[in-house]
């Protein structure tokens, strides 16, 4: 039926009079679309590279960008865009205990492609008096430090071990250091319990751990913790290296270490509410 409105416009409506439906708003598609085009894109994309997938402009491309980095479901890079840690648990959560745990091993393959370092994560030893690491992907150099799965490692000489320790309660630390006698693995194993609880709260501080030749000569280690679904740290990644290139690039890697343990830990279904 066609009416006339009070300013004598022809419209079209229904004969029923009701309102036509109004398209559905593109917006939620198109930030499926980003994530569905980041997961393909294993080397990330660049602005004009999403948004001639969306066929939309940049400037929208790059709103939905900014909101889904606030948000951490993408992360910039020097080469462009990529999947953020809250993409990584939210696939995890859709697909359950096996996604889980590919997707652990890929962040980690992700920090030993980007360091070319050896990557473990380890964990308390049964009864907690040691620490054990229980998953690795070695470095692919020819010189390598890569620690052994299964071998335990003293709390207070590893960097493993202080960085358990530092995010220990205080009454399962006390209790450790007054049964646990210090004695000297290498000569920079630390030997006192007043400079091991100095050196555990800079860890806590500074939300890592390094060794330096502690627990083995010419052997070094960066560790982050992962945060579990409680906030609790029972969990460490870890990147191991020859101490030689550890002194010469420990900046970038502890920065690879810390960005791959946050997203682990999402992963394992931890949000952080700061």
Known sequence: MRTINSLNVATDRP???ETPERAPPMAPVRVMRVLEALSIAKDGM???????????PKTSALQLLRALE??????????????????????ARIGGADDV???????????????QETILIGTFTDGAKEAIYTKRIPSPLPVRFAPEIGDP?????????????????????????????????????VTTKKLLKERLTAVRAAGFAVSIDELAEGGSAVVAPIFDATGRVEKALVLAAPTARFLVNQSRYV????????????????RDEK
């Open 153 to 189: 490692r003293p709390l207070y000489a590893s960097g493993i071990g202080k960085l358990l320790l530092a995010y220990a309660p205080a009454d399962f630390l006390e209790a450790y250091l007054s049964s646990t006698k210090l004695e000297p693995v290498t000569a920079k194993t």
């Open 46 to 56: 660049s602005l004009a590279g999403l948004s001639s997938e969306l066929a939309v």
């Open 101 to 115: 745990e590919r997707a652990i091993f890929a962040v980690m393959q992700e920090v030993v492609d980007s360091t």
């Open 15 to 17: 004969a029923t009079g």
């Open 70 to 91: 606030i948000a951490g479901y993408v992360r910039r890079t020097p080469a462009g865009f990529v999947l953020g840690a809250a993409s990584y648990g939210l696939a």
């Open 255 to 270: 920065s690879a270490v810390c960005a791959g343990a946050e997203r682990i830990a999402v992963l394992n279904g931890y």
